[in-house]
T-cell receptor, first 116, second 110 residues
Framework: GAVVSQHPSWVICKSGTSVKIECRSL??????MFWYRQFPKQSLMLMATSNEGSKATYEQGVEKDKFLINHASLTLSTLTVTSAHPEDSSFYIC????????????FGPGTRLTVL | KQEVTQIPAALSVPEGENLVLNCSFT??????LQWFRQDPGKGLTSLLL?????REQTSGRLNASLDKSSGRSTLYIAASQPGDSATYLCGGNAGNMLTFGGGTRLMVKP
């Protein structure tokens, strides 16, 4: 199957700083990628849809000015958590759809963010 | 809007038992349904994908079924092993994005 990577796998930062998380499709192109957030012992919640060449689409309740998404190329989407606070500490996972159009989603390994 | 529910939220069984995890969804207009496994602190491992035109998929000791008319999917695990202990998530796809259930935390005791 297609491979999606994320970097970094974990990050610890101070409150008020910004953190960038990268999501890459390694062996295929993805015009669309998805960003999910998972709090401890909870399921994944979709944050936003990242679109190559256009603005991201954010789910209700997700602040677009706080969670900046840039789909810079057909293989890279970045999520920047700006002015991070402890409540932003979470597991962030990205996914990309099957490039052959089969609707299967391929997930990255996730990034653990801890804000002190 | 698609809503996905998983029952039970947690399950503990002795090794060797066959078990069934349940997933229900509100919008029958899904393209497919995926079952995932998630180990603590880790990402998602895709287990099975059932297309909307299919009724079941099998992989090893795992069998997943899909009944769109009733809005249900089940994941059957045969002869459970301690290594099967993890959280199992189902996700319904009604476009490109997935809507996830809350997951079932499975513990298989030796």
């Amino acid at each position: 199957g297609a491979v999606v990577s994320q970097h970094p796998s974990w990050v610890i930062c101070k409150s008020g700083t910004s953190v960038k998380i990268e999501c890459r499709s390694l062996d295929f192109q993805a015009t669309t990628m998805f960003w999910y957030r998972q709090f401890p012992k909870q399921s994944l919640m979709l944050m936003a849809t990242s679109n190559e060449g256009s603005k991201a689409t954010y789910e209700q309740g997700v602040e677009k000015d706080k969670f900046l998404i840039n789909h810079a190329s057909l293989t890279l989407s970045t999520l920047t958590v700006t002015s991070a606070h402890p409540e932003d500490s979470s597991f962030y996972i990205c996914s990309a759809p099957d490039p052959s159009g089969g609707y299967e989603q391929f997930f990255g390994p996730g990034t653990r963010l801890t804000v002190l | 809007k698609q809503e996905v529910t998983q029952i039970p939220a947690a399950l503990s069984v002795p090794e060797g038992e066959n078990l069934v995890l349940n997933c229900s969804f509100t919008d029958s207009a899904i393209y497919n349904l995926q079952w995932f496994r998630q180990d603590p602190g880790k990402g998602l491992t895709s287990l099975l994908l059932i297309q909307s035109s299919q009724r079941e998929q099998t992989s090893g000791r795992l069998n997943a079924s899909l009944d769109k008319s009733s809005g249900r999917s089940t994941l059957y695990i045969a002869a459970s092993q301690p290594g099967d202990s993890a959280t199992y998530l189902c996700g319904g796809n009604a476009g490109n994005m997935l809507t996830f259930g809350g997951g079932t935390r499975l513990m298989v005791k030796p």
